[in-house]
Protein backbone atom coordinates (compact mmCIF):
# COMPACT_ATOMS: atom_id res chain seq x y z
CA UNK A 1 0.00 0.00 0.00
CA UNK A 2 0.88 3.27 -0.83
CA UNK A 3 -0.53 5.63 1.47
CA UNK A 4 0.11 5.24 5.11
CA UNK A 5 -2.33 4.07 7.67
CA UNK A 6 -3.29 6.73 9.98
CA UNK A 7 -4.33 3.95 12.45
CA UNK A 8 -2.80 1.27 14.14
CA UNK A 9 -3.82 -1.65 16.29
CA UNK A 10 -2.12 -2.08 19.25
CA UNK A 11 -2.60 -5.57 21.53
CA UNK A 12 0.15 -5.76 24.09
CA UNK A 13 0.81 -3.27 27.08
CA UNK A 14 4.10 -2.78 28.23
CA UNK A 15 2.75 -4.49 31.35
CA UNK A 16 2.02 -7.56 29.13
CA UNK A 17 5.78 -7.64 27.79
CA UNK A 18 7.14 -7.82 32.15
CA UNK A 19 4.86 -10.68 32.67
CA UNK A 20 6.02 -12.55 29.68
CA UNK A 21 9.85 -12.13 31.03
CA UNK A 22 8.66 -13.30 34.49
CA UNK A 23 6.70 -16.12 32.95
CA UNK A 24 9.50 -17.73 30.99
CA UNK A 25 11.58 -17.45 34.57
CA UNK A 26 8.89 -19.09 35.91
CA UNK A 27 8.44 -21.96 33.69
CA UNK A 28 12.72 -22.48 34.13
CA UNK A 29 12.43 -22.40 38.01
CA UNK A 30 9.47 -25.07 37.68
CA UNK A 31 10.96 -26.94 35.55
CA UNK A 32 14.61 -27.19 37.37
CA UNK A 33 12.74 -26.86 41.11
CA UNK A 34 12.43 -31.21 41.67
CA UNK A 35 16.15 -30.56 41.68
CA UNK A 36 16.22 -28.69 45.05
CA UNK A 37 12.29 -29.42 46.22
CA UNK A 38 10.73 -31.66 48.98
CA UNK A 39 8.38 -34.09 47.97
CA UNK A 40 5.41 -32.12 49.81
CA UNK A 41 6.13 -28.90 47.94
CA UNK A 42 6.11 -30.69 44.83
CA UNK A 43 2.78 -32.25 45.53
CA UNK A 44 1.34 -29.11 46.62
CA UNK A 45 2.51 -27.36 43.37
CA UNK A 46 0.90 -30.52 41.43
CA UNK A 47 -2.24 -29.97 43.11
CA UNK A 48 -2.52 -25.95 42.56
CA UNK A 49 -1.21 -26.62 38.34
CA UNK A 50 -4.28 -29.30 38.27
CA UNK A 51 -6.65 -27.16 39.89
CA UNK A 52 -5.62 -24.32 37.45
CA UNK A 53 -6.34 -26.06 34.52
CA UNK A 54 -9.84 -26.88 35.64
CA UNK A 55 -10.24 -23.23 36.50
CA UNK A 56 -9.13 -21.95 33.14
CA UNK A 57 -11.16 -24.50 31.70
CA UNK A 58 -14.30 -24.17 33.63
CA UNK A 59 -13.38 -20.37 32.84
CA UNK A 60 -13.51 -20.52 29.16
CA UNK A 61 -16.94 -22.44 29.36
CA UNK A 62 -18.53 -20.03 31.73
CA UNK A 63 -16.63 -16.63 31.94
CA UNK A 64 -16.34 -16.60 28.06
CA UNK A 65 -18.74 -18.86 26.03
CA UNK A 66 -21.49 -18.30 29.05
CA UNK A 67 -22.00 -21.85 29.61
CA UNK A 68 -22.38 -22.45 33.20
CA UNK A 69 -21.87 -26.07 33.95
CA UNK A 70 -22.06 -27.74 37.20
CA UNK A 71 -21.04 -30.83 35.73
CA UNK A 72 -17.27 -30.96 34.46
CA UNK A 73 -16.87 -33.73 37.13
CA UNK A 74 -18.06 -35.52 34.48
CA UNK A 75 -15.44 -35.11 32.44
CA UNK A 76 -12.64 -35.69 35.12
CA UNK A 77 -14.12 -38.83 35.71
CA UNK A 78 -14.17 -40.28 32.72
CA UNK A 79 -10.58 -39.37 32.16
CA UNK A 80 -9.63 -40.90 34.90
CA UNK A 81 -11.13 -43.75 34.29
CA UNK A 82 -10.56 -44.10 30.73
CA UNK A 83 -7.13 -44.00 31.48
CA UNK A 84 -7.77 -46.76 34.40
CA UNK A 85 -9.39 -48.84 31.42
CA UNK A 86 -6.76 -48.30 29.40
CA UNK A 87 -3.52 -49.43 32.13
CA UNK A 88 -5.32 -52.23 33.53
CA UNK A 89 -7.60 -53.72 30.68
CA UNK A 90 -4.95 -52.95 27.87
CA UNK A 91 -2.03 -52.71 29.52
CA UNK A 92 -0.99 -49.23 28.60
CA UNK A 93 1.56 -47.07 29.70
CA UNK A 94 -0.54 -44.71 32.53
CA UNK A 95 1.52 -42.02 30.53
CA UNK A 96 0.41 -41.95 27.47
CA UNK A 97 -2.73 -43.83 28.77
CA UNK A 98 -3.67 -39.53 29.87
CA UNK A 99 -4.20 -39.62 26.45
CA UNK A 100 -6.98 -41.75 26.34
CA UNK A 101 -8.83 -39.94 28.89
CA UNK A 102 -9.03 -36.37 26.98
CA UNK A 103 -10.49 -38.46 24.10
CA UNK A 104 -12.75 -40.27 26.16
CA UNK A 105 -14.29 -37.28 27.59
CA UNK A 106 -14.41 -35.93 24.14
CA UNK A 107 -16.24 -38.59 22.65
CA UNK A 108 -18.71 -38.16 25.62
CA UNK A 109 -19.46 -34.48 25.73
CA UNK A 110 -20.64 -34.61 22.22
CA UNK A 111 -23.80 -36.72 23.02
CA UNK A 112 -24.21 -34.83 26.49
CA UNK A 113 -23.39 -31.64 24.77
CA UNK A 114 -26.59 -32.35 22.23
CA UNK A 115 -28.97 -32.43 25.27
CA UNK A 116 -27.72 -29.81 27.59
CA UNK A 117 -27.17 -26.96 24.57
CA UNK A 118 -31.29 -27.73 24.85
CA UNK A 119 -31.24 -26.33 28.34
CA UNK A 120 -30.92 -22.33 28.63
CA UNK A 121 -29.16 -20.89 32.43
CA UNK A 122 -30.08 -22.33 35.14
CA UNK A 123 -31.48 -25.94 33.32
CA UNK A 124 -28.54 -25.94 31.82
CA UNK A 125 -26.52 -25.91 34.91
CA UNK A 126 -28.65 -28.36 36.40
CA UNK A 127 -28.65 -30.87 33.06
CA UNK A 128 -24.61 -31.09 33.44
CA UNK A 129 -25.20 -31.90 37.10
CA UNK A 130 -27.50 -35.06 36.35
CA UNK A 131 -25.12 -36.10 33.18
CA UNK A 132 -22.14 -36.10 35.90
CA UNK A 133 -24.20 -37.91 38.07
CA UNK A 134 -25.65 -40.96 35.70
CA UNK A 135 -22.08 -41.19 34.62
CA UNK A 136 -20.58 -41.86 38.08
CA UNK A 137 -23.69 -44.34 38.39
CA UNK A 138 -22.80 -45.90 35.24
CA UNK A 139 -18.86 -46.40 35.71
CA UNK A 140 -20.06 -47.70 39.62
CA UNK A 141 -21.26 -50.58 37.51
CA UNK A 142 -17.94 -51.53 35.30
CA UNK A 143 -16.97 -54.14 37.57
CA UNK A 144 -13.00 -54.98 35.64
CA UNK A 145 -12.41 -51.28 37.08
CA UNK A 146 -13.53 -51.84 40.17
CA UNK A 147 -17.38 -50.95 40.33
CA UNK A 148 -18.53 -48.88 43.33
CA UNK A 149 -15.63 -49.84 45.50
CA UNK A 150 -12.78 -48.64 43.12
CA UNK A 151 -9.20 -49.81 42.56
CA UNK A 152 -5.80 -49.00 42.15
CA UNK A 153 -3.54 -48.76 39.50
CA UNK A 154 -1.19 -52.21 39.00
CA UNK A 155 2.05 -51.64 40.87
CA UNK A 156 3.90 -53.27 37.73
CA UNK A 157 2.43 -50.11 36.02
CA UNK A 158 3.31 -47.82 38.08
CA UNK A 159 6.67 -49.00 39.12
CA UNK A 160 7.54 -49.00 35.34
CA UNK A 161 6.03 -46.35 34.46
CA UNK A 162 7.77 -44.18 31.42
CA UNK A 163 10.62 -42.01 32.16
CA UNK A 164 10.37 -42.87 36.07
CA UNK A 165 13.00 -44.88 36.16
CA UNK A 166 15.63 -42.08 34.60
CA UNK A 167 13.95 -39.60 36.71
CA UNK A 168 14.61 -42.28 40.16
CA UNK A 169 18.75 -42.49 38.98
CA UNK A 170 18.87 -38.95 37.91
CA UNK A 171 17.04 -37.27 41.25
CA UNK A 172 17.85 -40.18 43.61
CA UNK A 173 14.92 -40.59 44.67
CA UNK A 174 12.18 -43.78 45.43
CA UNK A 175 9.38 -44.35 42.22
CA UNK A 176 6.88 -43.49 44.74
CA UNK A 177 8.80 -40.04 45.05
CA UNK A 178 9.83 -40.19 40.89
CA UNK A 179 5.64 -40.77 39.89
CA UNK A 180 4.94 -37.01 42.25
CA UNK A 181 8.38 -35.63 39.83
CA UNK A 182 6.62 -36.64 36.70
CA UNK A 183 3.01 -36.22 37.33
CA UNK A 184 4.28 -32.20 38.71
CA UNK A 185 5.90 -31.96 35.08
CA UNK A 186 3.17 -33.09 33.31
CA UNK A 187 0.78 -31.12 35.12
CA UNK A 188 3.43 -27.80 34.60
CA UNK A 189 3.51 -28.74 30.53
CA UNK A 190 -0.03 -28.89 30.57
CA UNK A 191 -0.82 -25.41 32.45
CA UNK A 192 1.61 -23.76 30.18
CA UNK A 193 -0.38 -25.63 27.34
CA UNK A 194 -3.40 -24.32 28.46
CA UNK A 195 -2.91 -20.67 29.36
CA UNK A 196 -0.90 -20.46 26.23
CA UNK A 197 -3.56 -21.82 24.28
CA UNK A 198 -6.50 -20.05 25.63
CA UNK A 199 -4.27 -16.60 25.47
CA UNK A 200 -4.15 -17.71 21.62
CA UNK A 201 -7.87 -18.43 20.81
CA UNK A 202 -8.98 -15.21 22.58
CA UNK A 203 -6.77 -12.92 20.64
CA UNK A 204 -7.97 -14.88 17.80
CA UNK A 205 -11.32 -13.60 15.66
CA UNK A 206 -12.79 -16.55 17.04
CA UNK A 207 -11.76 -14.75 20.30
CA UNK A 208 -13.66 -11.54 19.88
CA UNK A 209 -16.96 -13.86 18.73
CA UNK A 210 -16.59 -15.64 21.70
CA UNK A 211 -17.32 -12.37 23.70
CA UNK A 212 -19.99 -11.15 21.16
CA UNK A 213 -21.80 -14.39 21.88
CA UNK A 214 -21.18 -13.80 25.45
CA UNK A 215 -23.05 -10.26 25.06
CA UNK A 216 -25.70 -10.56 23.19
CA UNK A 217 -26.34 -13.87 20.72
CA UNK A 218 -28.54 -12.32 18.28
CA UNK A 219 -26.36 -9.32 17.61
CA UNK A 220 -23.92 -11.85 17.18
CA UNK A 221 -25.51 -13.83 15.06
CA UNK A 222 -26.63 -10.48 12.83
CA UNK A 223 -22.92 -9.78 12.56
CA UNK A 224 -22.38 -13.00 10.71
CA UNK A 225 -21.27 -14.68 14.08
CA UNK A 226 -21.33 -18.67 14.38
CA UNK A 227 -22.94 -18.20 17.94
CA UNK A 228 -23.82 -22.39 17.29
CA UNK A 229 -20.18 -23.40 16.88
CA UNK A 230 -18.62 -20.97 18.91
CA UNK A 231 -20.39 -23.08 22.03
CA UNK A 232 -19.70 -26.06 20.57
CA UNK A 233 -16.13 -25.03 20.14
CA UNK A 234 -15.73 -23.74 23.89
CA UNK A 235 -18.05 -27.06 25.31
CA UNK A 236 -15.18 -29.43 23.50
CA UNK A 237 -12.22 -27.33 24.45
CA UNK A 238 -12.80 -27.45 27.78
CA UNK A 239 -14.33 -30.93 27.96
CA UNK A 240 -10.80 -32.70 26.59
CA UNK A 241 -8.64 -30.47 28.61
CA UNK A 242 -10.60 -31.56 31.78
CA UNK A 243 -10.72 -34.96 31.08
CA UNK A 244 -6.53 -34.76 30.16
CA UNK A 245 -6.71 -33.07 34.10
CA UNK A 246 -8.70 -35.95 35.34
CA UNK A 247 -6.39 -38.82 33.66
CA UNK A 248 -3.53 -36.53 34.94
CA UNK A 249 -4.60 -36.72 38.95
CA UNK A 250 -5.31 -39.79 39.12
CA UNK A 251 -2.26 -41.00 37.73
CA UNK A 252 -0.74 -39.29 40.70
CA UNK A 253 -3.78 -40.24 42.90
CA UNK A 254 -3.06 -43.69 41.88
CA UNK A 255 -6.35 -44.92 43.58
CA UNK A 256 -9.71 -44.18 42.07
CA UNK A 257 -13.44 -44.72 43.03
CA UNK A 258 -16.58 -43.26 40.94
CA UNK A 259 -17.54 -41.31 44.31
CA UNK A 260 -14.09 -39.41 44.28
CA UNK A 261 -13.66 -39.22 41.00
CA UNK A 262 -16.72 -37.65 39.52
CA UNK A 263 -17.38 -35.25 43.11
CA UNK A 264 -19.08 -32.52 42.31
CA UNK A 265 -17.42 -30.53 45.49
CA UNK A 266 -13.69 -31.47 44.70
CA UNK A 267 -13.96 -30.82 40.61
CA UNK A 268 -16.52 -28.37 40.18
CA UNK A 269 -17.44 -26.48 43.42
CA UNK A 270 -13.74 -25.55 44.51
CA UNK A 271 -13.09 -24.90 40.57
CA UNK A 272 -16.25 -22.24 40.41
CA UNK A 273 -15.19 -20.93 43.99
CA UNK A 274 -11.29 -20.60 42.17
CA UNK A 275 -12.76 -18.62 39.45
CA UNK A 276 -15.59 -16.58 41.15
CA UNK A 277 -13.02 -15.38 43.67
CA UNK A 278 -10.15 -14.59 41.08
CA UNK A 279 -12.24 -13.31 38.53
CA UNK A 280 -14.29 -14.62 35.95
CA UNK A 281 -13.44 -13.98 32.32
CA UNK A 282 -9.57 -12.88 33.07
CA UNK A 283 -6.54 -15.42 32.33
CA UNK A 284 -5.76 -13.67 35.38
CA UNK A 285 -8.28 -14.18 37.75
CA UNK A 286 -8.06 -18.38 38.13
CA UNK A 287 -4.51 -17.96 38.34
CA UNK A 288 -4.99 -15.39 41.63
CA UNK A 289 -7.50 -18.09 42.81
CA UNK A 290 -5.99 -20.87 42.56
CA UNK A 291 -3.29 -19.67 45.23
CA UNK A 292 -6.26 -17.98 47.25
CA UNK A 293 -7.90 -20.85 47.74
CA UNK A 294 -4.94 -23.10 48.29
CA UNK A 295 -3.58 -21.08 51.00
CA UNK A 296 -7.47 -21.38 52.75
CA UNK A 297 -7.11 -24.89 52.19
CA UNK A 298 -3.90 -24.66 53.96
CA UNK A 299 -4.96 -22.99 56.90
CA UNK A 300 -8.25 -24.51 56.85
CA UNK A 301 -7.76 -27.94 56.47
CA UNK A 302 -8.41 -28.94 59.98
CA UNK A 303 -11.39 -27.51 60.93
CA UNK A 304 -13.60 -30.20 58.29
CA UNK A 305 -17.37 -28.88 57.78
CA UNK A 306 -16.09 -25.09 59.41
CA UNK A 307 -13.59 -24.84 55.88
CA UNK A 308 -16.50 -25.52 53.73
CA UNK A 309 -18.56 -22.68 55.15
CA UNK A 310 -15.62 -20.07 55.13
CA UNK A 311 -15.27 -20.67 51.65
CA UNK A 312 -18.76 -20.29 51.22
CA UNK A 313 -18.93 -16.85 52.85
CA UNK A 314 -15.95 -15.71 51.21
CA UNK A 315 -17.54 -16.66 47.86
CA UNK A 316 -21.22 -14.91 48.67
CA UNK A 317 -18.84 -11.84 50.00
CA UNK A 318 -16.49 -11.60 47.00
CA UNK A 319 -19.55 -11.76 44.25
CA UNK A 320 -21.43 -9.18 46.44
CA UNK A 321 -18.96 -6.62 46.78
CA UNK A 322 -16.29 -7.66 44.04
CA UNK A 323 -18.80 -9.06 41.39
CA UNK A 324 -15.58 -9.74 38.75
CA UNK A 325 -13.41 -10.94 41.02
CA UNK A 326 -9.94 -9.91 42.98
CA UNK A 327 -8.35 -9.72 39.96
CA UNK A 328 -10.95 -7.73 38.63
CA UNK A 329 -10.54 -4.90 41.65
CA UNK A 330 -7.04 -5.22 41.30
CA UNK A 331 -7.39 -4.04 37.35
CA UNK A 332 -9.89 -1.84 37.65
CA UNK A 333 -7.93 0.36 40.17
CA UNK A 334 -4.48 -0.24 38.42
CA UNK A 335 -5.45 -0.82 35.25
CA UNK A 336 -3.01 -3.63 34.86
CA UNK A 337 -3.72 -6.14 32.34
CA UNK A 338 -0.71 -9.66 32.28
CA UNK A 339 -2.53 -11.11 29.28
CA UNK A 340 -4.16 -8.28 27.41
CA UNK A 341 -6.98 -9.28 25.18
CA UNK A 342 -7.88 -5.71 23.80
CA UNK A 343 -7.28 -4.39 20.58
CA UNK A 344 -6.59 -0.74 20.73
CA UNK A 345 -6.80 1.72 18.02
CA UNK A 346 -4.31 4.51 18.50
CA UNK A 347 -3.15 7.51 15.57
CA UNK A 348 -0.24 6.67 14.26
CA UNK A 349 2.51 9.46 15.47
CA UNK A 350 3.92 9.42 12.22
CA UNK A 351 0.98 9.82 9.79
CA UNK A 352 -0.15 12.34 12.35
CA UNK A 353 2.61 14.92 11.95
CA UNK A 354 2.31 14.70 7.97
CA UNK A 355 -1.02 16.10 8.06
CA UNK B 1 -33.99 -8.11 -10.85
CA UNK B 2 -34.84 -7.17 -7.75
CA UNK B 3 -31.97 -7.75 -4.25
CA UNK B 4 -34.77 -8.43 -2.10
CA UNK B 5 -38.09 -10.02 -2.44
CA UNK B 6 -40.87 -11.03 -0.26
CA UNK B 7 -44.19 -13.14 -0.99
CA UNK B 8 -47.11 -13.07 1.23
CA UNK B 9 -44.65 -13.50 4.37
CA UNK B 10 -46.49 -13.66 7.89
CA UNK B 11 -45.72 -13.81 11.50
CA UNK B 12 -47.99 -14.36 14.47
CA UNK B 13 -46.66 -14.22 18.37
CA UNK B 14 -49.86 -16.08 19.42
CA UNK B 15 -53.32 -15.18 18.39
CA UNK B 16 -51.59 -11.55 17.43
CA UNK B 17 -50.77 -11.15 13.74
CA UNK B 18 -47.45 -9.14 13.38
CA UNK B 19 -46.76 -9.54 10.02
CA UNK B 20 -49.61 -10.09 7.71
CA UNK B 21 -49.57 -11.08 4.37
CA UNK B 22 -46.71 -8.59 3.27
CA UNK B 23 -45.09 -8.84 -0.46
CA UNK B 24 -42.97 -6.16 -1.84
CA UNK B 25 -39.83 -5.90 -3.73
CA UNK B 26 -36.48 -3.62 -3.62
CA UNK B 27 -34.14 -2.82 -6.49
CA UNK B 28 -30.53 -2.89 -5.88
CA UNK B 29 -29.07 -0.10 -4.78
CA UNK B 30 -32.61 1.45 -3.98
CA UNK B 31 -33.57 3.44 -1.17
CA UNK B 32 -37.03 2.61 0.73
CA UNK B 33 -38.38 4.10 3.41
CA UNK B 34 -41.09 2.25 6.05
CA UNK B 35 -43.64 3.94 8.27
CA UNK B 36 -46.17 2.82 10.38
CA UNK B 37 -47.15 3.33 13.61
CA UNK B 38 -45.69 1.76 16.96
CA UNK B 39 -46.15 -1.77 16.93
CA UNK B 40 -47.25 -2.17 13.45
CA UNK B 41 -44.86 -4.38 12.95
CA UNK B 42 -42.16 -2.45 11.29
CA UNK B 43 -39.41 -4.29 13.44
CA UNK B 44 -40.63 -7.69 13.33
CA UNK B 45 -40.47 -7.14 9.63
CA UNK B 46 -36.82 -6.43 9.85
CA UNK B 47 -36.31 -9.77 11.68
CA UNK B 48 -38.17 -11.93 9.29
CA UNK B 49 -35.58 -10.49 6.75
CA UNK B 50 -32.92 -10.40 8.66
CA UNK B 51 -33.70 -14.31 10.09
CA UNK B 52 -33.68 -13.21 13.49
CA UNK B 53 -36.85 -14.21 13.08
CA UNK B 54 -38.38 -17.25 11.03
CA UNK B 55 -41.84 -16.20 8.84
CA UNK B 56 -44.59 -18.91 9.64
CA UNK B 57 -45.73 -18.42 5.55
CA UNK B 58 -43.98 -16.90 2.66
CA UNK B 59 -40.67 -16.86 0.90
CA UNK B 60 -38.31 -14.31 1.32
CA UNK B 61 -35.15 -14.22 -1.66
CA UNK B 62 -32.05 -11.84 -1.20
CA UNK B 63 -29.52 -11.31 -4.22
CA UNK B 64 -31.22 -13.90 -5.78
CA UNK B 65 -31.41 -16.99 -3.28
CA UNK B 66 -34.04 -18.50 -1.31
CA UNK B 67 -33.53 -17.41 2.14
CA UNK B 68 -36.81 -18.13 3.63
CA UNK B 69 -35.14 -20.83 6.15
CA UNK B 70 -31.38 -19.56 6.32
CA UNK B 71 -29.93 -19.17 9.79
CA UNK B 72 -29.37 -14.84 10.46
CA UNK B 73 -25.64 -15.49 10.41
CA UNK B 74 -25.32 -17.25 6.74
CA UNK B 75 -27.71 -14.11 5.73
CA UNK B 76 -25.37 -11.58 6.72
CA UNK B 77 -22.29 -13.01 5.13
CA UNK B 78 -24.40 -12.86 2.18
CA UNK B 79 -25.31 -9.18 2.63
CA UNK B 80 -27.85 -7.87 4.80
CA UNK B 81 -26.69 -5.90 7.35
CA UNK B 82 -28.86 -3.90 10.49
CA UNK B 83 -28.97 -1.61 13.25
CA UNK B 84 -31.13 -2.59 16.37
CA UNK B 85 -34.17 -0.34 17.24
CA UNK B 86 -33.34 -0.46 20.57
CA UNK B 87 -29.06 -0.65 20.87
CA UNK B 88 -27.65 -4.22 20.87
CA UNK B 89 -23.86 -3.26 21.86
CA UNK B 90 -21.32 -6.25 22.54
CA UNK B 91 -21.01 -4.88 26.36
CA UNK B 92 -17.74 -5.67 27.51
CA UNK B 93 -15.94 -5.06 24.21
CA UNK B 94 -14.97 -2.05 23.53
CA UNK B 95 -16.05 0.27 20.32
CA UNK B 96 -13.71 -1.08 18.00
CA UNK B 97 -13.92 -4.29 18.46
CA UNK B 98 -17.77 -4.21 17.96
CA UNK B 99 -16.85 -3.34 14.45
CA UNK B 100 -13.91 -5.87 14.25
CA UNK B 101 -16.55 -8.41 15.37
CA UNK B 102 -18.72 -7.41 12.75
CA UNK B 103 -16.18 -7.05 10.24
CA UNK B 104 -14.18 -10.22 10.59
CA UNK B 105 -17.08 -12.46 10.69
CA UNK B 106 -19.76 -10.33 8.76
CA UNK B 107 -17.00 -10.64 5.66
CA UNK B 108 -15.28 -13.63 6.61
CA UNK B 109 -11.83 -11.72 6.67
CA UNK B 110 -8.38 -11.55 8.85
CA UNK B 111 -8.44 -8.90 11.67
CA UNK B 112 -5.32 -7.28 9.97
CA UNK B 113 -7.42 -6.85 6.45
CA UNK B 114 -10.13 -4.75 8.25
CA UNK B 115 -8.55 -2.95 10.59
CA UNK B 116 -8.26 0.03 8.43
CA UNK B 117 -11.91 0.04 7.19
CA UNK B 118 -13.13 -0.19 10.82
CA UNK B 119 -11.38 2.68 11.73
CA UNK B 120 -12.71 5.10 8.59
CA UNK B 121 -16.17 3.77 9.59
CA UNK B 122 -15.14 4.85 12.97
CA UNK B 123 -14.23 8.20 11.67
CA UNK B 124 -17.34 8.35 9.62
CA UNK B 125 -19.43 8.25 12.32
CA UNK B 126 -18.00 10.33 14.46
CA UNK B 127 -17.26 7.39 16.69
CA UNK B 128 -12.86 7.52 16.83
CA UNK B 129 -12.88 9.20 20.07
CA UNK B 130 -14.46 6.49 21.84
CA UNK B 131 -12.71 3.68 19.78
CA UNK B 132 -11.21 2.23 22.92
CA UNK B 133 -14.33 2.74 25.21
CA UNK B 134 -16.13 -0.17 26.60
CA UNK B 135 -19.08 -0.07 24.63
CA UNK B 136 -21.46 -1.01 27.51
CA UNK B 137 -20.59 2.95 28.69
CA UNK B 138 -22.25 4.40 26.11
CA UNK B 139 -24.76 7.08 26.51
CA UNK B 140 -27.55 5.99 24.46
CA UNK B 141 -26.74 8.02 21.48
CA UNK B 142 -23.89 7.09 21.13
CA UNK B 143 -25.15 2.97 21.01
CA UNK B 144 -26.91 4.46 18.75
CA UNK B 145 -24.08 5.68 16.35
CA UNK B 146 -22.51 2.21 17.15
CA UNK B 147 -25.77 0.54 15.79
CA UNK B 148 -24.89 1.69 12.42
CA UNK B 149 -21.23 1.67 12.59
CA UNK B 150 -21.39 -1.91 13.69
CA UNK B 151 -24.17 -2.95 10.52
CA UNK B 152 -21.74 -0.72 8.01
CA UNK B 153 -18.67 -3.27 9.44
CA UNK B 154 -20.08 -5.97 7.50
CA UNK B 155 -20.01 -4.30 4.13
CA UNK B 156 -23.68 -5.13 3.35
CA UNK B 157 -25.63 -5.14 0.41
CA UNK B 158 -28.90 -4.23 1.90
CA UNK B 159 -28.90 -1.90 4.93
CA UNK B 160 -31.71 -2.41 7.41
CA UNK B 161 -31.48 0.57 9.74
CA UNK B 162 -34.15 0.53 12.33
CA UNK B 163 -35.36 4.12 14.44
CA UNK B 164 -31.34 5.87 14.11
CA UNK B 165 -32.10 8.98 14.00
CA UNK B 166 -34.56 9.38 16.94
CA UNK B 167 -33.24 11.69 19.40
CA UNK B 168 -30.95 13.69 17.71
CA UNK B 169 -29.68 17.31 17.23
CA UNK B 170 -30.22 19.23 14.06
CA UNK B 171 -26.53 19.12 13.38
CA UNK B 172 -26.09 15.33 14.32
CA UNK B 173 -29.37 14.91 12.15
CA UNK B 174 -27.89 16.47 9.49
CA UNK B 175 -24.44 14.66 9.88
CA UNK B 176 -26.23 11.12 10.00
CA UNK B 177 -28.18 12.25 6.59
CA UNK B 178 -25.12 12.52 4.93
CA UNK B 179 -23.44 9.02 6.14
CA UNK B 180 -26.63 7.52 4.92
CA UNK B 181 -26.85 9.78 2.05
CA UNK B 182 -22.78 8.39 1.33
CA UNK B 183 -23.71 4.97 1.30
CA UNK B 184 -26.69 4.91 -1.28
CA UNK B 185 -24.72 6.94 -3.44
CA UNK B 186 -22.04 4.14 -3.29
CA UNK B 187 -24.32 1.54 -4.36
CA UNK B 188 -25.42 0.03 -0.85
CA UNK B 189 -29.48 -0.79 -1.09
CA UNK B 190 -31.21 0.69 2.23
CA UNK B 191 -34.26 0.00 4.34
CA UNK B 192 -34.76 2.64 6.68
CA UNK B 193 -37.81 2.72 9.57
CA UNK B 194 -38.16 5.99 10.57
CA UNK B 195 -39.91 8.75 12.97
CA UNK B 196 -38.28 11.40 12.04
CA UNK B 197 -40.15 11.89 8.62
CA UNK B 198 -38.17 14.64 7.10
CA UNK B 199 -34.75 13.44 7.67
CA UNK B 200 -36.45 10.17 6.48
CA UNK B 201 -38.00 11.71 2.79
CA UNK B 202 -34.63 13.41 2.10
CA UNK B 203 -32.82 10.15 1.52
CA UNK B 204 -35.67 7.64 0.52
CA UNK B 205 -37.12 7.44 -2.76
CA UNK B 206 -40.19 5.08 -2.11
CA UNK B 207 -42.06 4.48 0.97
CA UNK B 208 -43.72 1.60 2.48
CA UNK B 209 -46.76 2.28 4.77
CA UNK B 210 -47.58 -0.30 7.31
CA UNK B 211 -50.34 -0.54 9.96
CA UNK B 212 -51.34 -3.35 11.78
CA UNK B 213 -48.77 -5.73 9.97
CA UNK B 214 -50.38 -5.22 6.07
CA UNK B 215 -48.82 -2.89 3.88
CA UNK B 216 -51.74 -0.13 3.10
CA UNK B 217 -49.02 2.08 1.28
CA UNK B 218 -46.03 1.74 -1.34
CA UNK B 219 -44.52 4.54 -4.11
CA UNK B 220 -43.63 7.83 -4.21
CA UNK B 221 -43.27 9.58 -0.82
CA UNK B 222 -44.77 12.45 -1.75
CA UNK B 223 -48.07 10.86 -2.89
CA UNK B 224 -47.95 8.48 -0.03
CA UNK B 225 -47.17 11.58 2.72
CA UNK B 226 -50.21 13.59 0.85
CA UNK B 227 -52.74 9.78 0.83
CA UNK B 228 -55.62 9.97 3.01
CA UNK B 229 -54.59 6.31 5.10
CA UNK B 230 -51.19 8.04 5.82
CA UNK B 231 -52.57 11.41 7.40
CA UNK B 232 -55.41 9.63 8.97
CA UNK B 233 -52.57 7.20 10.64
CA UNK B 234 -49.83 10.03 11.38
CA UNK B 235 -52.51 12.80 12.71
CA UNK B 236 -52.42 10.13 15.53
CA UNK B 237 -48.36 10.32 16.34
CA UNK B 238 -47.50 13.48 14.95
CA UNK B 239 -49.34 15.91 16.62
N1 LIG C 1 -40.91 -11.62 20.39
C1 LIG C 1 -42.19 -11.17 20.49
N2 LIG C 1 -43.12 -11.88 21.17
C2 LIG C 1 -44.38 -11.44 21.28
N3 LIG C 1 -44.84 -10.30 20.75
C3 LIG C 1 -43.97 -9.53 20.06
C4 LIG C 1 -42.60 -9.92 19.90
N4 LIG C 1 -41.95 -8.98 19.18
C5 LIG C 1 -42.90 -8.04 18.89
N5 LIG C 1 -44.10 -8.36 19.42
C6 LIG C 1 -45.33 -7.60 19.27
O1 LIG C 1 -45.54 -7.42 17.90
C7 LIG C 1 -46.08 -6.14 17.66
C8 LIG C 1 -45.23 -5.42 16.64
O2 LIG C 1 -44.00 -5.09 17.23
P1 LIG C 1 -42.84 -4.36 16.40
O3 LIG C 1 -42.53 -5.14 15.20
O4 LIG C 1 -41.74 -4.10 17.35
O5 LIG C 1 -43.55 -3.01 15.99
P2 LIG C 1 -42.92 -1.63 15.50
O6 LIG C 1 -41.48 -1.83 15.25
O7 LIG C 1 -43.69 -1.32 14.27
O8 LIG C 1 -43.18 -0.63 16.57
C9 LIG C 1 -46.19 -5.43 18.98
O9 LIG C 1 -47.50 -5.54 19.44
C10 LIG C 1 -45.25 -6.21 19.86
O10 LIG C 1 -45.69 -6.18 21.19
MG1 LIG D 1 -39.89 -0.95 16.06
Redesign the pocket.
Known amino acids: MSETSLYRVQTQTRASYSAGAVCIALIIVFILLPAFAGRGLIQDLFFIFTMLVLAQFWNLLAGYGGLVSVGQQAFVGMGAYAMFGGVILWGMDPVPAILLGGVAALIVAIPTAFFAFRLQGAYFAIGTWVIAEVMRLLVAQWKVLGGGTGTSLPRTATREMWATEWIQTTFDVRSAAARDILTYWLALALVIMTIAGIYWLLRTKRGLALAAVRDNVEAAKSVGVDAVRMKWLVYLVSAAGTGLTGALIYVQKVRISPDAAFSVTDWTAYVIFIVVIGGIGTIEGPILGVLIFFILQSLLADYGSWYLMVLGLIGIAVMLFAPRGLWGLISEKTGLQLFPVRRRLVVNAQSKTED | MSILSLKNVSKS?GA?T?TDDVSFDVEPGQALGII?P????????FNLITGNLMSDAGTIHFDGADVTHVPPMQRCLSGIGRSF?IPQPFDHLTVFENLLVAATHGQGKSEHEVEQECARILEQTEMADVANDPAGGLRLLQRKRLELARAMATNPKLLLLDEIAGGLTDAECTALIETIKGLHTSGVTIIW?EHVLHALTSVVERLLV?DFGKVIGLGDPDEIMNSREVKEIYLGIEV
Open positions: FLVGNGAGKSTLQIL
